[in-house]
């Protein structure tokens, strides 16, 4: 028994340390620039650490915030509809892809609902 509550932090453990590269791996992505740049034309130092601090505050408490909305729904949805915590990714998924087309087809200048 105990061992296998080892082999599990175990598991958890490089779960976690996975999700933080992760996290990592897409911050060094050129776009994170523009994060950066209103830093670098700040008077002061003090003033472009407080403004990377409070930045990485606000992120941090957005995605924590997102991830217990959307993880506290998901359980109490799934109690009442097991096969949902199947497809869930799939539906998210989906109604990403057809927001993202309706962005693109009112960026082409079409008219579209609530996209225009």
Do not use: N
Not at 6 to 13: G, I, V
Not at 70 to 75: H, L, M, N, P, R
């Amino acid at each position: 028994s105990s061992s296998s509550s080892s082999s599990s932090f175990k598991q958890q453990a490089k779960l976690g340390l996975a999700t933080y590269a992760t996290g990592i791996v897409y911050g060094l992505h050129p776009d994170a620039l523009f994060v950066v740049i209103p830093a670098l034309a700040l008077p002061t130092k003090l003033a472009a650490i407080a403004y990377c601090s409070m930045f990485v505050f606000g992120t941090v408490t957005a995605m924590g915030g997102y991830t217990l909305v959307i993880g506290t729904t998901s359980a109490a949805l799934t109690k009442e509809r097991p096969w949902l915590q199947a497809h869930l990714s799939t539906i998210a998924s989906s109604i990403a892809i057809v927001v993202g087309a309706l962005i693109l087809l009112s960026g082409a200048g079409m008219a579209v609902p609530l996209f225009g």
